[in-house]
């Protein structure tokens, strides 16, 4: 079955093609990648300094429709091949799902296809499967993106408790605003933690925030107002040379990094012990962080548990992990047939 997967619910629109055949012949999952296409919006949110939700509506009306033509060109296909399509549903912005799911059911009714609409974070979830190291169920998940912090037990497709998740901030929102205040171009998680690799250890003692609650639940917002109050503190002091500037927020981005990535890499071995699974995985956009990624493999290390990572370009919203997560269900399903008229999406 070759299924398109359809990405839009936030800032980046992402199509893509994927065949089940591999998965079912007991083949790596990426064999079924056979065609994808992605824009990222950053470039036009960032004058604003965050994602402005009517104009991503707009720019995912304007690319959906050349994206698939391109994921058609890689995978050479044509449309009769597609035999499902998969959307995200939600969570995400109201106007940017409705493209998606408007652009995906118009599609399935024009070519008589079922169509089925996919949770944004199960995409996510699953995409450490189409990595080289693919686990085996049941493993844990650490979902960090920029709406979401979570710890999830998953014992196998549509089997996903909730352990943990954050109380405020999401890791990513955290790394956003903590890059705000150290004057990086929004989202600034990816410039903040190569600036975090220029800084000094040790300068600064933030905050672990929830580190020893007992729970497997997050909070971050204190931490970002401790970055917050040591900028005012600093910024008190009067004008600095540049390079003394720059190297206070280096080391200040550093002892962020160093904080966030602890308390992250503590709850997962918390979760690994608390439920006795062997197999962690990393997924979503913070899921690219090189910090987050060397202190987990070591923590594995260490505590004897195995550590997965999706491809890296999989870590950030994709089309792929959208048809790959369709492709998953309508296989459990096997009817397949999840098509209805309405545009039921659900942002929250
Ligand atoms: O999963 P994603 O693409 O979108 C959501 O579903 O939210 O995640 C985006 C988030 C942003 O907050 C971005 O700053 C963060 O992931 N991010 C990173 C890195 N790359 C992306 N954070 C830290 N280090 C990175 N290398
Ligand atoms: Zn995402």
Redesign the pocket.
């Known amino acids: 079955m070759i299924v398109l997967g359809i990405e839009t619910s ?1 800032d980046e629109t992402g199509v893509a093609l994927y065949d089940t055949s591999p998965w079912e012949n007991g083949r790596p999952a990426s064999a079924g990648v056979l065609g994808q296409a992605l824009h990222s919006q950053i470039a036009m949110h960032r004058d604003y300094g965050g994602v402005v939700p009517e104009l991503a509506s707009r720019d995912h009306i304007r690319r959906v429709l050349p994206l698939l033509d391109e994921a058609l060109h890689e995978a050479q296909l044509k449309l009769k091949d597609i035999q499902a399509i998969a959307f995200t549903q939600g969570p995400g912005l109201a106007g940017a799902l409705l493209v998606g799911s408007a652009f995906a059911k118009a599609l399935a009714q024009g070519l008589n296809l079922p169509s089925i609409g996919v949770h ?1 974070l199960e995409g ?1 979830l699953l995409s450490a499967l189409l990595g080289p190291s693919a686990p085996q169920f049941p493993f844990i998940a650490l979902l960090v ?3 979401h912090t979570q710890l999830m037990l998953v014992s196998g497709i549509g089997q996903y408790q909730l352990l943990g998740e954050t109380l405020d901030d999401a890791a ?2 955290a ?2 605003k903590t890059a705000k205040l150290l004057g990086l171009d929004y ?4 410039a ?2 190569k600036l975090a690799e220029k800084g000094q250890a040790g300068r600064f003692e933030l905050p672990k925030p929830m580190m020893h609650s007992g729970d497997l639940d997050f909070s971050f917002s204190g931490l970002k107002t401790a970055v917050l109050n040591q900028v005012k503190k600093f910024e008190a002091l009067g004008t600095a040379e540049e390079n003394v500037t720059a190297q206070f927020h280096a080391d200040l981005a550093r002892a962020f990094v160093e904080a966030l990535v602890a308390v992250l890499v503590s709850k997962s071995q918390k979760a690994i012990k608390q439920t006795g699974c062997k197999h962690l995985v990393l997924a ?3 899921g ?3 910090q987050l990624r060397s202190a987990l493999t070591l923590s594995a290390q260490q505590n004897h548990f195995a550590v997965h990572y999706p491809p890296l370009e999989l870590c ?2 994709n089309g792929v992990m959208i048809a790959f997560a369709g492709a998953l269900r309508l296989l459990s399903a096997r009817n397949g047939s999840t098509h209805s008229g309405a545009f039921d999406i659900k942002p929250r």
């Open positions: 936030c944004h996510h993106s920029g709406g990513g929102e790394f956003d989202p600034g998680g990816a903040l933690s979503g956009g913070v690219a962080n090189a950030t919203d």
